[in-house]
């Protein structure tokens, strides 16, 4: 009768492969949250704009909840003074760039790794996109 040992062996190291492959195949762990950065766009005459500084979400994003964030602003004194360069720094005018004086203000970009994930004005668009994607991303 032959000698199984040489198929038990062949089973092994298939066994072997596979599990290896496994192991390899498995995800990657997490890697460092990518930064978040909150960039505020409105001004000191603007109603809304105050509104917006003075509600509880506002206090929020300073306050420490959201762990990871960078909050930005862009607050001149007037309105017709939002796009100009004095009140830009010269990293965020990239960001500027994209921004239409048709734009509405309050106004609000998420920004991660330089990349814009989502723009929206007023407060509809704070309550429906930024501030869900904003706990999305930075909520353990």
């Known amino acids: 009768m032959p000698s199984r040992a040489p ?4 089973l092994l190291a298939l066994a072997g492969a596979v599990l290896f492959g496994f192991v390899t195949m498995a ?3 997490p890697t460092p949250r990518q ?6 766009v409105g001004a000191d005459d603007c109603a809304p704009c105050r509104t917006w500084r003075s509600s509880k979400d506002a206090a929020s994003i300073g306050s420490g909840a959201f762990t990871g964030l960078t909050y930005r602003e862009v607050r001149p004194a007037h309105l ?8 830009w720094s010269e990293d965020l005018r990239p960001y500027r760039d994209r921004l239409k004086r048709s734009d509405g203000v309050p106004l609000w970009l998420v920004i991660a790794d330089r990349q814009v994930l989502a723009q929206g004005f007023g407060d509809t668009a704070w309550r429906t996109q930024i501030m869900p994607l904003l706990r999305a991303l930075l909520t353990p």
């Open 7 to 10: 198929q038990r062996a062949a």
């Open 27 to 29: 995800p990657r762990p």
């Open 35 to 40: 930064q978040v950065t909150l960039l505020y």
């Open 80 to 87: 017709a003074e939002i796009l100009s360069d004095d009140n």
